[in-house]
Nanobody, 123 residues
Framework: QIQLVESGGESVQTGDSLRLSCAAS????????MGWYRQTPGKEREFVAT????????NYTDSVKGRFTISRDNAKNTVSLQMNSLKPEDTAVYYC????????????????WGQGTQVTVSS
């Protein structure tokens, strides 16, 4: 089991920057991917960004490319999301996400979610 705890969400103005962090604890030795999703009321949770736990592979949804940067600290088991040039449409609950492998081999078999942190961007 892996536990994920997010931090950093708050209310900001359009154009501001914000940094979200997520700390993973528990059985983290076989982490495969960590990332962020977001959700607004009445809508499905949507992908924001992910980063592989080894190597440099990152992925972003088109709407945040060039504004958001995902990074990780393997030693601390943390993943961060630097969000710049925030827009009102970035307002959402942001969820930390992780995948892990069984026995640290093969495709990831387990998924984990944090409790979410609210980001509100006012115009």
């Amino acid at each position: 089991q892996i536990q994920l705890v997010e931090s950093g969400g708050e209310s900001v103005q359009t154009g501001d920057s914000l940094r979200l962090s997520c700390a993973a604890s528990g059985d983290t030795i076989c982490l495969f991917v960590m990332g962020w999703y977001r959700q607004t009321p009445g809508k499905e949770r949507e992908f924001v960004a992910t980063i592989k736990w080894s190597g440099d592979s990152t992925n972003y949804t088109d709407s945040v490319k060039g504004r958001f940067t995902i990074s990780r600290d393997n030693a601390k088991n943390t993943v961060s999301l630097q969000m710049n040039s925030l827009k009102p449409e970035d307002t959402a609950v942001y969820y930390c996400y992780a995948q892990s492998q069984a026995m640290c081999i093969g495709p990831p078999q387990y998924e984990y979610w944090g409790q979410g942190t609210q980001v509100t961007v006012s115009s």
